[in-house]
């Protein structure tokens, strides 16, 4: 049987948790992590172009040509595994990005003959949960829901998805955090700017961590905050309210 997650964190865990087993569920373990949070799901050029923006890297054409290749070829070596081993299960947790990869990934195997299983991973990801809950069998009907799903999701294009349930979201702007992250800054008064980041990472966690450095970044191009300290580095730059 072929293991599908959808991070290196997960894929080690489930490795250790599969570690000597023996029977139907033994088998392999392969990390499917596209990230797929932010960006355009329609392109993937575009997509890797905004982690690239959200990252403040510069990210040439020759960059994007080869993540793209990889995803090509990650892609392809879990058809091919699938081919050989005829079962697979999808370990999906209870993030936007875990949903997300396994979509794309119902509908790029659409023409596959092989039993798909469906194990949802609730809670914080441990070893100790691993098998709190048995996969099931992804019925025709399951699937054709699941490609259908996707498809919905893919025509907002690059708005932002926010995770408010199992496969469910709310397509919102970019900039929907910045009137919270802006409550974070006493007037005129100057805040470290990883004490914001972190604060707002802490309320929105199924966005990384950069994304909200990102964002104090489009705030300052607006002349709404004002950073100080950049020549110093990110972990001693403050950040000031203007307006």
Not at 19 to 26: I, S, T
Request: proline share 3%; hydrophobic share 40%.
């Amino acid at each position: 049987m072929l293991h599908i997650v959808f991070s290196y964190s997960a894929e080690k865990m489930v490795r250790h948790a599969l570690k000597d087993k023996e029977g139907p569920f033994a088998g392999d373990v392969l990390s499917y992590e596209p990230q797929l949070q932010l960006g355009d799901l329609q392109d993937d050029r575009k997509r890797f172009r905004k982690w690239a923006d959200v990252y403040q890297v510069p990210g040439s054409d020759e960059e994007m040509a080869m993540f793209i290749k990889a995803l090509r070829q990650t892609e392809q070596n879990v058809i091919e595994a699938l081919r050989k081993k005829k079962e697979a299960v999808f370990w999906v947790g209870e993030t936007a990005g875990d949903e997300l990869a396994f979509l794309r990934l119902t509908n790029l195997l659409e023409e596959e003959k092989a039993t798909l299983l469906l194990k949802r991973m609730r809670g914080r990801l441990s070893v100790n949960n691993l098998e709190d809950d048995k996969p099931v069998i992804l019925t025709r009907e399951a699937l054709q829901h699941y490609r259908q799903k996707w498809r919905e999701i893919n025509k907002k294009g690059d708005r932002l998805r926010i995770r408010r349930g199992d496969f469910a979201y709310h397509f919102v702007e970019d900039a929907v955090y910045d009137e919270q992250l802006l409550a974070l800054l006493p007037d005129e008064e100057p805040v470290r700017l990883v004490v914001v980041a972190g604060e707002m990472y802490s309320k929105a966690p199924h966005l990384p961590y950069y994304f909200f450095i990102w964002r104090i970044d489009c705030l300052k191009k607006t002349g709404i905050i004002e950073v100080e300290g950049e020549e110093k580095g990110i972990k001693t730059m403050s950040i000031r309210r203007l307006k």
